[in-house]
């Protein structure tokens, strides 16, 4: 990075730039090693007026995630020497869309929960433009307009520039998915991904049983016990993180001896993000994440008490199961899997009743809502083509499972 002979100083405890060129002259170059971050006791009245940095795309994130579960992020662009863009936001530690999204999409709620001045990234807007505008990082006291500490977005345009710059990832900024097809040892793995200035951000690993319970959750609850029974490292949940971290820090998969704090397979992990990449971003849905069941209540003529349950991320259905149980405990699904059911021999359309599940289960996840569907009086529909059952009360225990809310 280019930089004029100078030295810049940082008010009260703020980290500041100085670089400090002994014996320049008119005629000298310019110092073109990146600044120092220092700390200095000045005035707390002065604020850092940043330098002259090289054109280009600068980029940090915080290490950790907060106790909200939020992990800072900054993009600086700057071009002719001058900051010309911000963009303060953050990834989830559960994935999908950044910070600004999650609270443009109401779900931080700021104003409604802590009284604040305005929205979060209301606020961080006008942090970004502060900076813009001054060239300066500034202080709460500077910008009139906040309430929310800066502390956090001055490291990261320090930490961002002290780094140089590092240009723009390949991908569309977003949220990213895939659920794998099938339940593979009871659990049927999903890869939730954050891409923020092109480059993934943020990665989630987890799974879903057929009670879409989620695997992270599960395990941290002492019920999966990897080390216990199959004398593993770590935990499921410990070395899924690490595998999380190095994608994000390498910006691809890597073996069990690259990353080498894991023992667990891999390659389902590199499969899903592959597919979700190919994917596309997906939008923040209407819907609090977690797990929604409803069942009914009496066992039905054939004595099958029917179930549903769901599995929400990033607002959206992304798992489904439905099913029922019988005076024996016994599972629907498995038991018509197994050919204990005997629907295909009366089925006009060659399917066995967890064939048709599956495809009602799949008709959900892709309208998103248990009220788009036509139902006859009959309780069958002609708007699902693998599906010749009755699916009334499927649509109707869903939406129950839905009003219900997330399971606690």
């Not at 597919?275 to 849905?285: E, F, I, R």
Request: proline content about 2%; glycine content about 10%.
């Amino acid at each position: 990075m280019k930089k004029q002979c100078s030295t810049v100083f940082l008010a009260g405890m703020l980290l500041v730039l100085i670089v400090v060129a002994t014996g320049c002259s008119k005629t000298e170059s310019k110092v073109s090693t990146p600044p120092t971050a220092v700390k200095t006791a000045v005035s707390p009245t002065i604020t850092p007026i940043l330098g002259t940095y090289e054109d280009g795309i600068y980029f940090a994130m915080e290490d950790d995630f907060d106790d909200s579960g939020w992990k800072g992020t900054v993009t600086v662009t700057v071009s002719g020497g001058r900051i010309t863009a911000a963009d303060w936001s953050g990834v989830n530690a559960n994935g999908g869309v950044d910070k600004k999204a999650y609270d443009n999409g109401g779900r931080y709620n700021m104003v409604r929960y802590a009284q604040a001045r305005a929205e979060w990234s209301v606020q961080a807007s006008d942090v970004e433009d502060y900076l813009v505008t001054h060239q300066k990082l500034g202080t709460v006291d500077e910008i009139a307009s906040v309430s929310i500490s800066t502390d956090s977005f001055n490291t990261l345009v320090e930490k961002a520039l002290n780094a140089g710059p590092v240009g723009r990832g390949p991908y569309t900024d977003g949220a990213y998915s895939a659920i794998a097809d099938t339940y593979e040892s009871d659990w049927k793995e999903f890869v939730s991904l954050t891409v923020i200035n092109g480059r993934i951000a943020g990665a989630y690993w987890s799974g879903l049983n057929n009670k879409n319970e989620e695997k992270k959750a599960y395990d941290r609850a002492g019920r999966y016990n990897m080390v216990k029974y199959g004398n593993a490292r770590a935990e499921w949940y410990q070395q899924a993180g690490d595998v999380e971290s190095y994608l994000v820090k390498h910006q691809r998969g890597g073996t069990v001896d690259e990353i080498g704090s894991v023992s667990i397979h891999v390659d389902s992990f590199d499969a899903l993000v592959a597919k979700a990449l190919a994917n596309g971003p997906v939008a923040l849905g209407p819907y609090a994440d977690g797990t929604y069941a409803s069942g009914a209540d009496a066992y039905d003529n054939g004595g099958w008490k029917s179930s549903v349950s769901l599995y929400v991320h990033n607002g959206n259905i992304i798992n489904v199961y439905y099913s029922g149980v019988d005076k024996d405990g016994r599972d629907k699904q498995t038991v018509a899997a197994e050919g204990g059911y005997g629907m295909i021999k009366a089925s006009g359309i060659g399917k066995e009743w967890h064939e048709q599940a599956q495809a009602v289960e799949a008709y959900l996840i892709k309208t998103q809502d248990p009220k788009r569907i036509t139902i006859k009086s009959d309780g069958h529909t002609d708007d699902i083509a693998g599906a010749s059952m009755t699916v009334s009360d499927f649509f109707t225990l869903a939406q129950k499972a839905l009003a219900a809310g997330p399971k606690k």
